[in-house]
Each structure stands twice: as C-alpha cells, then as structure tokens.
C-alpha cells in the first residue's frame, strides 16, 4: 500500500516506468505493479539523498538549505522540452487542480 507519494515524486515514478497516469491500476499485472513500485522507491530515495525538491524558502530543511533534486527532474516542470529518452516535447496536463507532465511518446494513453 502507498500513500502520499505526491505529484512530483508520481510524475517522475511514471516516467521512469513509461506509464501513463491515465492508466488504470486495475489492468496492471503484478510484475508491472513491482516494477513502478521500484521506480516509486527509487524516485524518493534519489530525492532523499539530495535533499529533497525545493521550489520556495516553505520547502526547506531544519537549516533552512533547500533541496537539489529538481536539477535532475526527467518529467515534473518540462512542458515543452525535449523528453531526455526520447526527444519528444514533454506534455502538461491539469489534473484534480494539479498537473501531470509525460511523454506523449513514451508514456502512451490508455486507449479509449
């Protein structure tokens, strides 16, 4: 069970993952679903390591330092640049007052 991965953290799972986040969880297969799952702990454990994502002084550590891993975001933020697998331009989409950024290319949509 997850909660509270949050949007950046999501974006940047489903891009490592090549999943769209459109895609419901129910056609997942359990190894597909172990696999995102990784991604997931490989995304927060990068971030953890760098400090996390810092994008105002209300994200901050207890010494007031910001975090660094937004410099190596492949998904949140890059509406209009290029995919870095790719080359793709990167896509926003609002979603729930919130957005989502993907590869149009390689994060399909699920078929209607």
């Known amino acids: ?3 509270g991965v949050g949007n950046i953290y999501a974006d940047e799972a489903l891009w490592r993952a090549r999943v769209h986040y459109e895609r ?3 056609t997942f297969t359990r190894p597909r679903t172990a696999e995102l799952l990784g991604h997931v702990r490989d995304v927060m454990n990068a971030a953890l ?6 994008f105002d ?7 007031g330092e910001s975090g660094y891993f937004d410099r190596s975001l492949d998904a ?25 950024y993907f590869c149009p290319k ?7």
Request: one cysteine or more; a positive charge.
């Open 1 to 3: 069970m997850i909660s």
């Open 24 to 26: 419901p969880t129910a």
């Open 49 to 54: 390591a760098v400090g996390g994502t810092s």
């Open 57 to 63: 002084s209300l994200y901050v550590n207890v010494n």
């Open 76 to 100: 949140y933020g890059r509406e209009g640049l290029p995919c870095r697998r790719c080359g793709t331009p990167m896509s926003r989409r609002a979603w729930m007052n919130r957005s989502s």
């Open 106 to 112: 390689c994060q399909k949509a699920p078929r209607s």
